[in-house]
């Protein structure tokens, strides 16, 4: 068991690209978040899966914003047309309902700056 | 819909001093509550969480306690140390199934 993981850890990109980010959860954990952070303020909720399906996307997700879970392991947040306001940390987490108290577990996040 | 709030936004306080966080929260229906850790530029380590049906938790010098009735969570920290210092994060779910919901954080200096 490694932990959450994601990468990369810092990107840096123009203005109007696209990036796209990885999370790795807690191996056999059935529930996977993402959640978007800015200096400053606590973790805000993105998307949550639950296996391979995307159970619920906040009004922060915009048209540009689309994640995906595939096989209900890896995670992957793609940002499209990158704007100046989505620069922050993007962090992901996992939990179980296997495991006491379904305590969700974070990664170290993934910096993202938009120049 | 749920909102988490927490005060102070920051304390600073000298070394071997006893504190407690406060973190409150508006709809009393929560499912857990759970306190986190986090360190400048890093992800969120987390510390402890309550049930619903719990009053209170503990991990060496930390305890969190929990009242459901008056919707309020406290983070009580002893003998603090210089390595204490980080932002404090607590964050509420409301069902099984469902996400957390964040506070601000309360940002913590312990004085060396």
């Known amino acids: 068991d490694t932990g959450v993981s994601q990468d990369p850890r810092h990107k840096i990109t123009k203005r109007g690209q696209n990036v796209t980010f990885r999370c790795d959860p807690i191996?056999?954990?059935?529930?996977l978040y993402w959640y978007r952070q800015t200096l400053g303020q606590g973790p805000e909720f993105l998307t949550y899966f639950q296996n391979e399906a995307q159970l619920e996307k906040s009004r922060l997700l915009s048209d540009r914003f689309s994640a995906e879970r595939p096989k209900g392991s890896f995670s992957t947040l793609e940002i499209q047309r990158t704007e100046q306001g989505d620069s922050a940390m993007y962090l992901c987490?996992?939990?179980?309902?296997?495991?006491?108290?379904?305590?969700?577990?974070f990664g170290e996040g993934s910096w993202l700056t938009v120049v | 819909k749920q909102e988490v709030t927490q005060i102070p936004a920051a304390l600073s306080v000298p070394e071997g001093e006893n504190l407690v966080l406060n973190c409150s929260f508006t709809?009393?229906?929560?499912?857990?509550l759970q306190w986190f850790r986090q360190d400048p530029g890093k992800g969120l380590t987390s510390l402890l969480l309550i049930q619903s049906s719990q009053r209170e938790q503990t991990s060496g010098r930390l305890n969190a306690s929990l009242d459901k009735s008056s919707g309020r969570s406290t983070l009580y920290i002893a003998a603090s140390q210089p390595g204490d210092s980080a932002t404090y994060l607590c964050a509420a779910r409301m069902n099984r199934d469902d996400k957390i919901i964040f506070g601000k954080g309360t940002r913590l200096h312990i004085l060396p």
């Open positions: 191996s056999e954990h059935n529930r």
């Open positions: 709809d009393s229906a929560i499912y857990n």
């Open positions: 987490a996992s939990s179980s309902e296997q495991h006491p108290g379904n305590t969700i577990y």
